[in-house]
């Protein structure tokens, strides 16, 4: 075989290859590719995938949430108090409302709220913005107290009956840190904004990636990545597991969908971008409604975040970087 053939050779395994799923280069080259196409019109609607990194999406909103919760300060504990019309509020009370201000929605109660979103390892991975929570009594399960935690070692709480709300020093290590805030800021639904916020060119169906992402609000961009992952942009693609059409709709998904035909390139978007928009009303995190896609939202809620499957792991860390570096 000659040089030349070879060369030929392995240009056509290459190309092979890349309809298989994108590794880290080839999803790093094709968000270069989106990132030169796009032309964006306001942040991504993404942030860091979970995994308690400190960079990230995240901090405007947080910086509001926590300037929300500064007006407190000085408010009395009252046990019960879920609003400042109650004359003041007991700490979930005030995690509760000020959360809800940004459309943000927590359980009443603090243990609940300690298992709301995902968990964040350490201290040292917390971010501002984040809820901290300490189980202190044998009588109940799981947290009694809950703060927020504003970086740098502060946190703000409802402390207890004679005390106000107020700013203090960390006392002891929480016995659980989470992180609730979504990766985008959230409009009034809790969804994380996209509408309008970029747009895509240059790609496959990017007029379908554009009218589906204005449509229900999910970013074009993350459309068109997880159309690359899924299927590298080919409408007539399916899965040994029976994924069909450009988006790797499942047969009973799409039905639940209202798609006729997970073929038809336009079908397949709409349903997709309403399957997105569902997943990330429902988990408030992009990472968390990409593992949704790919592995169900049972498997997410199940796991109480991205599950341990390696595949579902790969898929959200590769789509995520695609949609990060665009």
Not at 204 to 213: E, I, K, R, T, W
Not at 284 to 291: E, F, I, K, S, V
Not at 307 to 314: K, L, S, V
């Amino acid at each position: 075989m000659s040089v030349s053939e070879i060369t030929s050779r392995i240009a056509q395994i290459q190309s092979q290859l890349a309809l298989l799923g994108p590794s880290q280069s080839s999803g790093s080259a094709f968000a270069a590719s989106l990132s030169a196409a796009s032309s964006a019109a306001g942040a991504s609607a993404t942030g860091a995938a979970g995994s308690g990194s400190s960079s990230g999406g995240g901090s405007a909103l947080a910086a509001d949430v926590i300037a929300e919760a500064k007006k407190y300060v000085g408010m009395p504990y009252v046990w019960g108090g879920s609003s400042p019309a109650a004359g003041g509020m007991d700490c979930s009370g005030l995690v509760q409302y000020v959360y809800g201000k940004f459309g943000v929605d927590l359980p009443r109660v603090s243990a609940d709220q300690a298992r709301a979103g995902q968990p964040v390892p350490s201290m040292a991975e917390a971010r501002p913005g984040d809820l901290i929570a300490w189980d202190n009594s044998s009588r109940n399960n799981g947290a009694d107290h809950i703060a927020i935690y504003l970086g740098g070692g502060k946190m703000l709480e409802a402390p207890r009956t004679g005390l106000d709300i107020r700013i203090v020093d960390v006392p002891s290590t929480p016995d659980y840190i989470r992180r609730v805030l979504p990766d985008a800021p959230v409009g009034a639904a809790g969804a994380p904004a996209a509408a309008g916020s970029s747009r895509v060119s240059g790609v496959p169906f990017s007029d379908l990636f554009n009218a589906a992402g204005q449509r229900y609000g999910v970013d074009p961009v993350l459309l068109a990545s997880v159309a690359r992952q899924e299927s590298g942009f080919d409408p007539k693609a399916v899965s040994p597991a029976g994924a069909q059409g450009l988006m790797q709709l499942m047969p009973g998904t799409a039905d639940g969908l209202g798609v006729t035909n997970s073929f038809d390139p336009a079908q397949a978007v709409d349903g997709a971008a309403r399957l997105l928009r569902d997943l990330l009303d429902r988990f408030g995190r992009t990472d968390l409604a990409l593992a949704g896609y790919n592995a169900g939202p049972g498997a997410v809620l199940r796991y109480d975040g991205i599950p341990p499957y390696p595949e579902t792991q790969n898929y959200v860390r590769s789509v995520m970087a695609m949609v990060r570096a665009a």
